[in-house]
């Protein structure tokens, strides 16, 4: 499964800023910027006076979770109007993936649709800074966005070199106001980042290497970030979890795990790192047959047992225990609904044929009774 061989290509932002206080170092970077646009969720909008940055700034602070292509389009028109040579995103994955697009197309004569697809993207002439406020999805360190369509409920993934930051920032104080249930749901997404590249396919030893990293920092650090929300070194210590896991997926990408947890988001409108959290024992205990090593390589930093019918209830156990609940039918999901979630999982073969274990429709059917 790994093959070191095999050529691979590794993208990483040109500068990045770990630490307690790092979100202060953007105003330096971005000095000479004229008109600046920062794009934050809601709350995040907050952060922006700890950036240092001046000019003339203007804040969207209305970019929602799980964006879809009318959401994206709102925040296009809004840097069109300000002509920003800065593109600042302040947030979570969803508003990280708006801001690259945003740098990339708000001057381009290419629609979104127009890029779909890997290396679609022509250039991209405004700068990008990306200050993450959770750590989860690593969006920060990768050249991937995702946009839902809404009139399909599928996900439009964008892949170019033209998305990778100029500069990544991840400051832990920006994490501290993030509730426990978010801390463990996104923590496993960065999680399910790292194994399903570990486990994939496409493995290579150099990513393995920064999935390791992943891993074994989420098992020292995830439990201590949702018990205590301002511990620093926790949160430091995720946010660099998190950057590993969107390292991880460049050049190998995520599998299964993530083709199943993508209809829980687009039809159940549960929130990324969750729909991922409620998958990830099913999966990584399906794929345990074929990846035996690796999986007890994952339970060991986790603190799992690792028993051939005790890995699924042992990572079951260790996400419930961060208080994920694990059940579909508590979001909303009808158990007649599982078998067009599993068409729809089914049919993302750029994630479902990088599985170590083939999956059918059936098998992905009864992974989601087992999660029900």
Known sequence: MNNIDRPITLHQPKRLEVGVGTASRLGAFAEGAKRVLVIAGGPTAQYVDRLGLSGDIRVYADAPPEPDVPAFKAVL???????????????????????????????????????????????RTTAL???????????????????????????LAVESPHLLADIAILDPELTYSVPPAVTAATGIDALAHCVEAFTNIKAHELIDGYARLGIGLIGKYLRRAVENGTDAEARAGMMLASY?????????????????????????????????????????????????????????ALGLENGASGVRDAAYGYCESLGVE???????????????????????RRLMDNNPRPMDVSDVHGLYKDAF
């Open 77 to 123: 028109e809004a840097a069109r109007e300000h002509e920003p040579d800065l593109v600042v995103g302040l947030g979570g994955g969803s508003v990280l993936d708006v801001a690259k697009l945003t740098a990339a197309l708000w001057n381009s004569d290419q629609s979104l649709h127009d890029v779909v697809g890997p290396n679609k993207v022509h250039g």
């Open 244 to 300: 590993y896991g969107g390292i991880c997926l460049g050049p190998v990408n995520t599998a299964a795990g993530h083709a199943l947890a993508y209809p829980l988001g687009t039809r159940l409108s549960l929130p990324h790192g969750l729909a991922n959290a409620i998958i990830f024992p099913h999966v990584l205990a399906f794929n345990q047959s074929v990846a035996a090593d690796k999986t007890a390589e994952i339970a060991t």
């Open 326 to 348: 694990m059940h579909l039918e508590a979001h909303g999901a009808q158990l007649e609904d599982l078998e067009g979630f599993a068409g729809e999982a089914h049919a993302i």
């Open 129 to 155: 800074a990306q200050v993450a406020t959770t750590a989860g999805t690593g969006s920060e360190a990768g050249i991937r966005a995702l946009v839902t369509d809404p009139e399909t409920k599928s996900k």
